[in-house]
């Protein structure tokens, strides 16, 4: 199904969409629609009549429109079709917003790794817990809200684990831990998701560390998608998850006793529609 349309349409108003700052008149104020500064648009087809393109994005029930600056404007003698037309349109559109976005194609979405981080935590000595992270992953989703089905993969660098302490970190680099020299990577992989209602809540998976692989659940806290707070027209979909493993199961068995077996995991995601919608058409 299509999720993205555009429709060329007249507008009757008595605000003059040429004029004003940056961004056009919305129906919908938190898209930012681009009306294409420094294009040649049209003059109305007469006062308060302005040619015009609607945007939809079916999955988020949004809806807005910019300047037309290339579409063919229309014949004086066809006038009352198109306004005919217009009218259709609207009428269309006001149903088309209704639609539900569980009912778009399974989309892709790329991790935003400036926003996503997998922490540990463990057991030392019986006294407190020390925390790690990695500063480096990738990777991709893709969310069928329709099916209720999902996959993902995460690649995480293994060298780049941060615990606060540059002695410790090289430690955990070797081959008693993470032997990052032979194992550059870790992996997460996972084509079960769980969703409860258009919420995900869970993802079974595999872990691959040091070569080894073994089933992992990340059980997600939260999860949203929608438009970006801040890049109001690049679609995002993003939450916080959990997992807990035993550390000999990847063949980390250095230490026992003054480290502890159970490792809980904790990940931050963002992760960015792939092939950004912005007004125009053109993806990023």
């Known amino acids: 199904m299509c999720q993205k349309l555009k429709f060329l349409a007249l507008i009757r108003t008595d605000f003059d969409p040429f004029m004003g700052s940056a961004a056009p008149t919305q129906l919908n104020p938190s ?25 939809v994005d079916l999955r988020s029930n949004l ?38 976005p569980a009912q ?16 540990f935590e463990i ?7 020390m925390h790690g992270f990695f500063r480096k992953v990738r990777g991709t989703a893709t969310l069928d809200f329709t099916a209720k089905q999902g996959s993902a993969e995460i690649i995480i660098d293994a060298n780049s684990l941060d615990t606060g302490d540059p002695a410790r970190d090289e430690r955990l680099r070797d081959e008693d831990f993470f032997a990052v020299a032979q194992y550059p990577t870790l992996t997460f992989k996972s084509d079960r ?19 080894i692989s073994q089933p992992v659940t990340l059980n997600f ?39 502890g077996e159970q490792v809980k995991l904790s990940i931050e995601v ?15």
Request: hydrophobic share 40%.
């Open 63 to 100: 809806i807005g429109y910019s300047i037309a600056s290339q579409a063919p404007m229309p014949r004086e003698e066809n006038l009352m079709k198109t306004l005919i037309l217009r009218t259709i349109l609207i009428a269309g559109l006001l149903g088309v917003i209704l639609v539900s």
């Open 104 to 119: 778009a194609a399974p989309e892709k979405f790329v991790i935003d790794s400036t926003h996503t981080y997998p922490f």
């Open 31 to 55: 898209i930012d629609w681009n009306k294409g500064q420094g294009v040649p648009r049209y003059p109305p087809v007469e006062p308060g009549v302005y040619p015009v393109i609607i945007h």
């Open 193 to 211: 998701f769980t969703f409860n209602g258009d919420k995900l809540v869970k993802a079974d998976g595999q872990l691959t560390l040091r070569g």
């Open 270 to 284: 963002e992760a960015a529609q792939e092939g950004q919608f912005r007004a125009g058409g053109s993806d990023n």
């Open 123 to 129: 057991n030392h000595l019986g006294w407190s817990t």
């Open 221 to 259: 806290i939260q999860f949203k998608c929608g438009f970006h707070a801040l890049y109001k027209i690049k679609y995002y979909c993003a939450g916080d998850a959990t997992a807990t493993l035993n550390r000999s199961d990847f063949g980390i068995t250095a230490y026992p006793g003054a480290i």
